[in-house]
């Protein structure tokens, strides 16, 4: 992380290499700073942005969740937009399940994960939309998007202007 005491010593020095330093700290500053900021987004996005043809109808609750699939292994999910007040998450109706990424082009592996945590959930999410926020697409994904409703991209452009 950008605060351990020798990076400091290491920026602190009259003759520093910022930019081999910057080099080294980058995967870092991504994966602690950048990558969760841009889940926030992604949240805060779908909750007060999303069209409600986006996700079917207004989410009650959205957040992170973790997902166990049927093999036993737990997928970090960014985005869960769910609808219903019940006192156990668990019988909420899941409108929309998300990844964000910002270092990466979002492709058929991101989308294979979310259509795998969908399956996990059962009868309350197979209407459930995925949405893919990025600031890169494969061609693929988009074209394959393009062709489904229950999957959306969501860019920068869309991101920071809403729909």
Known sequence: ???????WSRLARHDA????????????????VLG???????RYWTQHFAAPETLGAPPDQVGPTTIV???GTHRQIDVLAARGQPTDPGDRDVLALGAAKVGEVMGRRQLLRLEEA??????????ARLLLFGARFS????????RRPDLEIVDLE??????
């Open 139 to 146: 061609p693929n994904l988009l074209q394959e998007a393009a």
């Open 17 to 32: 290499d910022t930019r081999a330093l910057w080099r080294q700290i980058l995967p870092t500053f991504e994966s602690q």
């Open 118 to 127: 969908r399956a996990a959930l059962g009868p309350r999410a197979r209407e």
């Open 69 to 71: 699939l049927a093999d």
């Open 36 to 42: 969760p900021s841009f889940e926030a987004m992604a």
């Open 158 to 163: 869309r991101l920071y202007h809403g729909s």
């Open 1 to 7: 992380m950008i605060g351990r005491r020798n990076e």
